[in-house]
Nanobody, 125 residues
Framework: VQVEESGGRSVRPGESLSLTCTVSRDRRNLLLGWFRQAPGKEREQVGALHWSLGERHYADFAKGSFTISKDSSKESARLYTAILQMNDLQPADTAKYTC???????????????WGQGTQVTVSA
């Protein structure tokens, strides 16, 4: 299982940013999760996507501003891509964003099998 994120960079408050997570794995019961960890804070989950069911779930802080979508263009090559669209970013959103692949439901992951290296998002004026 391979997980790779991309798209992190520095932005100004109020701007939008998309992060991409591509997973190489069996798609059965595939759960894709986005997490973030700010300096000095614990890692928190941003949201999750169940690839086959198309279900999504978001943390309370992400609802309304963050959206996870599927990019099925490489599915024939067994590559599954989840895009995290973040709007109206604020300094509090500054963190390292990491993607993980696992199994379970969007509200209760049974396990996270593999993690990416993460991509840094910095929001500052």
């Amino acid at each position: 299982v391979q997980v790779e994120e991309s798209g992190g960079r520095s932005v100004r408050p109020g701007e939008s940013l998309s992060l991409t997570c591509t997973v190489s794995r069996d798609r059965r019961n595939l759960l894709l999760g986005w997490f973030r960890q700010a300096p000095g804070k614990e890692r928190e989950q941003v949201g999750a996507l169940h690839w086959s069911l198309g279900e999504r779930h978001y943390a309370d802080f992400a609802k309304g501003s963050f959206t996870i979508s599927k990019d099925s263009s490489k599915e024939s090559a067994r590559l599954y891509t989840a895009i995290l669209q973040m709007n109206d970013l604020q300094p509090a959103d500054t963190a390292k964003y990491t993607c993980a692949a696992g199994k379970g439901t969007v509200t209760r992951a049974l396990r996270w099998d593999a993690w990416g290296q993460g991509t840094q998002v910095t929001v500052s004026a």
